[in-house]
């Protein structure tokens, strides 16, 4: 149980310096704890799916609820996101998050 602590909270941290500095790269403005802000308030729906998961073993139940929570959680993120970064940019701004939660997805459907 620690290996999945300690892989969830790499991917988190790691997750939010890229995020942010790539914000940044794009000229947009935004600070390290809005973007804490961003992975927590975003990253609920997924919370409530790896719950949801870890009531069930059919394997493709378990990829409909990611499916529906990362849609959720993208969802989530793009008012954040269009808010810190110029309009013609929000796509390069959105990718890194949709990566970050794909792999939280992907992390939630492996783990038993």
């Not at 941290?13 to 000229?27: D, E, F, K, Q």
């Not at 919370?47 to 870890?54: E, P, R």
């Not at 990362?70 to 701004?93: E, G, I």
């Amino acid at each position: 149980m620690s290996e999945v602590f300690a892989v969830a909270f790499a991917l988190l941290a790691s997750g939010a310096v890229i995020l942010t500095l790539n914000v940044l790269l794009l000229g947009g403005h935004i600070i390290f704890f809005q973007s804490l802000s961003l992975l927590g308030y975003c990253l609920f729906p997924l919370d409530v799916g790896a719950l949801i998961c870890m009531l069930m073993d059919i394997v493709i139940l378990k990829v409909v609820v990611v499916g529906v929570t990362l849609a959720w959680s993208s969802w989530a993120s793009y008012p954040f996101m269009s808010t810190a970064v110029n309009s013609r940019r929000k796509a390069l701004a959105l990718y890194p998050v949709l990566l970050m939660y794909v792999s939280v997805g992907f992390l939630i459907i492996a783990i038993n």
